[in-house]
């Protein structure tokens, strides 16, 4: 691949092909969700450091992809947003460049964070009485460093490369953020090579990650169903549904979009599993926990409770 230096100064995100009464609808309905996402994620990072029962390894992980997931949907939806309400739908090319690499950066960390969840499940099942050993708060810290770095580290040089291509076909990108298959579409340069990695490092990621993931529900479910009550299988099912089922959301998506040999050859079938994996997973993450864990449902009613009382007494 040549060295070239971009001959664009700014691009295009065209978005969706809608009509402008149609654009402030959606922007009235993106607006909705992304302030849900926010406060739901928040709520879930709050209540977890205001709760002592909730200071474990499986929180600390649940407390991190919430954090992770707030980041996440706002590299994209400000910038949608913002692009609706106005009418300008032009982005820098340093502001692409970075949003492509946050962007993937994030996404990188969030399997590798679900993977050390499926671990720490695991453990806490298949070996209980060695779990505080094997998930200590040291354990847990340096676990999670490794998944932020490892992220930050894997990101950078592809991105590097697309940011050195020369960019002389157009300036519209054919979607609503800068993703690296429009990107490497509008380049007049040989992109083989940054295909290539794209590819490798897309497998070695997603699918690496649901490979553990899958061999540690195998040694999680073999062991479940050797519990022999009832009631100790449905809530060690219970507790690992949750994160199983993110995973299969995250995975199928993700696969989908950039488990390919060129994307470049499935650009129009894009832009609605991104809107899934960049809007609606970051909303849906908290609920599911949520609703499928009795201890934060236990934990919310007993906030709210505690919350109408004090209001009651003012």
Not at 241 to 267: D, E, G
């Amino acid at each position: 691949m040549e060295n070239h230096t971009s001959t664009v100064e700014e691009f295009i995100l065209l978005g969706f092909p809608i009509r402008q009464e149609t654009e402030i609808l959606l922007s009235v309905v993106l607006l909705c969700l992304y302030l849900l996402t926010l406060f739901s994620n928040m709520v879930i990072l709050c209540i977890v450091y205001a709760d002592g029962r909730l200071h474990t390894p499986m929180y600390f992980f649940l407390c991190n992809l919430s954090a992770l997931d707030l980041f996440f949907t706002s590299v994209t939806l400000p910038k949608m947003l913002q692009n609706l309400l106005s009418g300008d739908k032009s982005i820098s090319f340093a502001g692409c460049m970075a949003q492509s690499y946050f962007y993937f950066f994030l996404g990188t960390v969030e399997f590798f964070l679900l993977t050390s969840m499926s671990y720490d499940r695991y453990a806490a099942i298949c070996s209980p009485l060695h779990y505080p050993i094997l998930m200590s708060s040291r354990v847990c810290a340096q676990m999670m460093m490794a998944c932020w770095l490892g992220g930050l580290l894997s990101i950078l040089f592809p991105t590097i490369m697309i940011s050195r291509l020369s960019y002389c076909r157009s300036n519209v990108i054919d979607h609503f953020f800068c993703d690296s298959g429009p990107l490497l579409e509008l380049s007049c340069t040989d992109t083989h090579l940054v295909e290539l990695i794209d590819f490798m490092l897309s497998s070695l990621v997603i699918l690496g990650s649901l490979t553990l993931t899958m061999i540690s529900y195998v040694f999680i479910i073999s062991t479940i169903l050797r519990i022999p009550t009832n009631t100790g299988r449905n809530k060690a099912f219970s507790t690992c549904a949750s994160h199983l089922t993110l995973v299969l959301m995250s995975c199928s998506i993700s696969i989908f979009m950039y488990v390919t040999p060129s994307q470049k050859s499935t650009l129009e079938m894009h832009k609605i599993p991104a809107v899934l994996s960049s809007i609606v997973n970051p909303l849906l993450n908290p609920f599911i926990y949520t609703l499928r864990n009795d201890i934060v449902k236990k934990v919310l009613r007993e906030t709210f409770s505690h919350s109408k009382m004090l209001q009651r007494e003012m």
